[in-house]
């Protein structure tokens, strides 16, 4: 089992850059894939980035590509996603999640999930 706690959000303008990170618990941090998805109010939860657990696979949602990056460090026990020019339609609250063994881009395959960070791009 792995918790993890998300943190790094706030409000920015349009165009800057924010770092979210997400941190887990426990020793075996390095076996799962992680996740990264957003939820803006009204709207379901999508999907943003993912990495594989050893970090030699990466997927990003269309809407990202170019401007948002995973990655990971297993000795730190945490995943980043580093978003650049950023956009007021990227305002969400981002969650982190993680699973053993499914790699998707569909939220409920995913088994652990963080409380999530705000994040607020203003026009």
């Known amino acids: 089992q792995v918790q993890l706690v998300e943190s790094g959000g706030g409000l920015v303008q349009a165009g800057d850059s924010l770092r979210v990170s997400c941190a887990a618990s426990?020793?075996?941090?390095?076996?799962?894939?992680m996740g990264w998805f957003r939820q803006a109010p009204g709207n379901e939860r999508e999907f943003v980035a993912a990495?594989?657990?050893?970090?030699?696979?990466?997927d990003y949602a269309d809407s990202v590509k170019g401007r948002f990056t995973i990655s990971r460090d297993n000795a730190k026990n945490t995943v980043y996603l580093e978003m650049n020019s950023l956009k007021p339609e990227d305002t969400a609250v981002y969650y982190c999640?993680?699973?053993?063994?499914?790699?998707?881009?569909?939220?409920?395959?995913?088994?652990?999930w963080g409380q999530g960070t705000q994040v607020t791009v203003s026009s």
């Open positions: 990495i594989s657990w050893g970090g030699s696979r990466t």
């Open positions: 999640a993680a699973d053993r063994t499914r790699f998707s881009v569909t939220a409920g395959s995913w088994n652990y």
């Open positions: 426990g020793r075996t941090f390095s076996l799962y894939h």
